[in-house]
């Protein structure tokens, strides 16, 4: 029922998009023009949308090819689509809001098996994460929640390949975690690797706010260690846990970045793009070796890592800020 109403609506979407161009881009440009003529983010965002509308649905019509010619159970063909969906979204952004990524350290996300913990602060974290494990070589299996399955693209080929769509708002969440170890364990392969979002949810001062709150009914002298996180939510230990549980040999390497802040609403989208500065991206990996034994230990561990994680994103931040900075002072010299 959900796919019977996705696929039709984002096929018309992508239709209606082109065919009513001529008269949106004009009132859109238009009113960009009035009230933010150097930037048109509302023009740059429709235009992406349009990119990405035929994106969706030109990976609808690649995974019913594969339904059609008897390929839909074998996952080499959906890692492909995978792949080729990530890199069209990071050339769609760069081509229509000037979103470009700057990637560093990139050699610290191989060999596998790996386990990636990426920072979570906006709408493309995803879709960050995806490019950068994809462009490596790997196939990745993604721990995401249930609510992504209304993009009818994501939905269908999440499906068919190892993949878990989380329910966060079971009351009893033993099944979701037994499903995350199984999910890791069967990714202990040379060209796998587990993708987890620790935070569960895109970061921002009400929610970690309210994230230290709940663990302080809980849990005092861990709410205090992580008070001060400045950029991230503290991590949600469950679902991190069973997937280093359920890989044991598998290497953590945590991912964070600089320059996705403010897009996680629609006003944030419109107040960033185009951006001024690359999208600065970085990782590090840590040895299994280095991960101890036991829940109690590992979460004591992960908390330590993503203070230390929070620190590297504010190195980070501000040396964006200094690029922004020279970003504009280049445009405004070579305006006059």
């Keep these: 029922m959900r796919r019977l109403i996705s696929v039709p609506v ?25 009230t933010a003529p150097r930037r048109c983010p509302r023009t740059r965002l429709l235009a992406f949308a349009t990119w990405w509308a035929w994106l969706e649905t ?14 839909a ?25 000037r979103l470009v990524l700057e990637p560093r350290h990139t050699d610290a996300l191989t060999p596998g098996p790996v386990i990636v913990l990426p920072r979570h602060a906006s709408l493309a974290d995803a879709l960050l994460s995806a490019w950068f494990v994809t462009q490596v070589g790997y196939e990745p299996r993604y721990v995401l929640k249930q609510e992504l399955q209304l993009d009818p693209c994501l939905d269908i080929v999440g499906h068919r390949i190892p993949n878990h769509f989380l329910d966060r708002t079971a ?58 996180l400045e950029h991230c939510n503290p991590p949600r230990l469950g679902g991190t846990l069973a997937v280093l549980a359920g890989a044991p040999t598998a290497d953590v390497a945590f991912m964070w970045h600089a320059g996705f802040e403010g897009l996680d609403t629609f006003g944030g989208i419109l107040r960033t793009i185009p951006g001024a500065a690359p999208i600065l991206v970085d990782c590090v990996r840590v040895p299994r070796a280095e991960v101890p034994e036991g829940d109690d230990e590992r979460a004591a561990w992960l908390d330590t890592e ?20 020279r970003t504009t002072t280049d445009e405004r010299s070579a305006s006059a």
Aim: contains cysteine; aromatic residues 6%; hydrophobic residues 50%.
């Design 58 to 71: 030109l990976g609808l019509a690649w995974a019913g090819w594969t339904l059609v010619t008897g390929r």
């Design 10 to 34: 984002l096929v018309l979407l992508a239709l209606a998009l082109t065919v009513l161009a001529p008269l949106w881009v004009p009132v859109v440009l238009l009113v960009d023009l009035c």
């Design 73 to 97: 159970r074998r996952p080499g063909p959906h890692y492909r689509l995978q792949a080729w969906w990530a890199n069209g979204l990071v050339v769609g952004l760069r081509l229509t809001c």
């Design 306 to 325: 993503w203070l230390a994680l929070d620190r590297r994103v504010d190195t980070l931040l501000a040396e964006r800020a200094t690029m922004t900075g």
């Design 171 to 228: 009351l009893d969440n033993s099944e979701e975690l037994a499903a995350l170890r199984t999910l890791a364990a069967d990714a202990e392969a040379a060209r796998s690797c587990v993708v987890i979002f620790p935070e569960g949810t895109r970061a921002n001062p009400e929610k970690r706010a309210r994230a230290l709150a709940r663990i302080a009914e809980r849990n005092p002298d861990r709410a205090d260690r992580l008070a001060a």
